[in-house]
């Protein structure tokens, strides 16, 4: 468990009325990626895969470094990918072997609908 030096007991993520700095107003589009990140953790915990609190203990246990490395859906789908894993929906070799068959579809979907 990684403590928050400033606030004693308080575990990284637990801001407790701490400054959290400006929040980003602007406006994007959502990338197809992330809609799909969206749509899959709607429908998985639709099906009893996993609950809010499955995915946030994966969220709190990434730690701050990898936690602030990566983006809003990135971390979404880490945590997917997790409780799938530990619900015993697909094992990590089996993930591994499918990422790398989509892998090997291109780095765009441009390539990957070429062929």
Known sequence: MTQDDTSPGHRWHDMGGTSAGPVPDASHDFALWEKRVDALMVLCS???????????????????????????????????????????????AELAERMAEVAQRGQTYADATAR
């Not at 639709?46 to 701050?64: A, H, I, N, Q, S």
């Not at 936690?67 to 945590?79: K, L």
């Open 46 to 92: 639709g099906k009893g895969l996993f609950t809010v609190d499955g995915l946030r203990r994966v969220l709190e246990d990434m730690g701050p470094e990898t936690f602030a490395s990566r983006s809003y859906y990135d971390r979404w789908i880490a945590a997917i990918c997790q409780n799938l894993i530990e619900s015993g929906s697909f094992t990590t």
